[in-house]
Structure formats: structure tokens, C-alpha cells
């Protein structure tokens, strides 16, 4: 009897241990702000305070919180505040979303009284991967070029 239940009891925990990875959202509460990066395989639910990039698969951000960096997901459900670009296959802003920011999706739904300041732009999916490459070069190749050269031109 036990070693049926050993063997049984392997394959159960290969097959449960995939789905059991999502199925419990990672939470950032009310009262707790972070700076930083986030990455998850699985979803995150913020109710607090983000400052920095998140990457994750299943991302929701509940009425209280305020993300301010830039979002990679497949999915996104906004109910709070976001400063900063979205990319996500699907994204949805509640009616209670407040957005300033750009959106690149492959769907995207707004709900009415919803607040977006920012361009909207539908990509496919390997869009979606090669443009976060290519706008954090462009924008960090500008910015450190047009300093120094500047400097460099009143020194000289």
C-alpha cells in the first residue's frame, strides 16, 4: 500500500506543482511601499506603492496602488494609479484607473471613467519582446550621448 502511494505520490506533485505556482498571487499590501525591480512567473497583485520595473505573468493593481516604472506582463488589470509603459497582451483599465503612460498590447479594453494620457499601440506578441529591447537602448543611448557632448563642447 505505501509504495503505491509513493509512486502515486511523484506524479502528483509534478502535475499539481505547475498549476499551484499562479494559482497564489504574489500581494504587496496598503501600508507597504518598495523600490525596486519585481519578476514573477506567476501574478502579483500590488495594493501598495511600487517604484521600479515589474515583469511578471498576471499582474493586478488594486485601487490603492501606485506603480511607477515600466510593466511587462500578459496579462494587466488596472484599478490604480500607473506612471510609466505598459507592454502586456492584454490589458484592461477599470473605471477606476488612472494611467500616464504608453500602452503596447495585443488587447486592450478601457472601461468608461477610466484616465489615460499616453499613446496606444496595438503590437503582437514578439512585437511586444523586441520593442522593450530596442526603446530602453534608444532612450539610454540619448541621454548619456547628449551630456557629454554638451560638456565637451564648452570645454573645448
Known amino acids: 500500500m505505501f509504495s503505491k502511494n509513493k ?21 504587496i499590501s ?18 501598495g506603492t511600487i517604484v521600479g520595473d515589474i515583469r511578471t505573468k498576471t499582474l493586478l493593481i488594486g485601487k490603492t496602488a501606485e506603480v511607477k516604472g515600466e510593466i511587462i506582463a ?11 509603459q505598459i507592454k502586456a497582451r492584454a490589458v ?18 478601457i472601461e468608461t471613467g477610466a484616465f489615460l494620457e499616453g499613446l496606444c499601440k ?8 523586441d520593442s522593450a529591447k530596442i ?6 543611448a540619448n541621454d548619456t550621448a547628449a551630456a557629454p557632448s554638451g560638456e ?5
Open 30 to 47: 496598503v501600508d507597504l511601499k518598495m523600490t525596486g525591480d519585481l519578476k514573477s512567473e506567476g501574478e502579483i497583485q500590488v495594493d
Open 92 to 109: 484592461t483599465l477599470a473605471k477606476t484607473a488612472h494611467v500616464i503612460g504608453d500602452i503596447l498590447h495585443d488587447d486592450l479594453s
Open 135 to 140: 526603446n530602453v537602448v534608444e532612450g539610454g
Open 74 to 84: 500578459d496579462n494587466v488589470r488596472v484599478h490604480g494609479n500607473v506612471r510609466g
Open 152 to 156: 565637451a563642447k564648452k570645454v573645448g
Open 7 to 27: 509512486n502515486k505520490g511523484p506524479q502528483g506533485n509534478q502535475k499539481p506543482s505547475q498549476p499551484a505556482k499562479p494559482a497564489v498571487p504574489s500581494i
Open 122 to 129: 496595438r503590437m503582437t506578441g514578439s512585437e511586444l519582446g
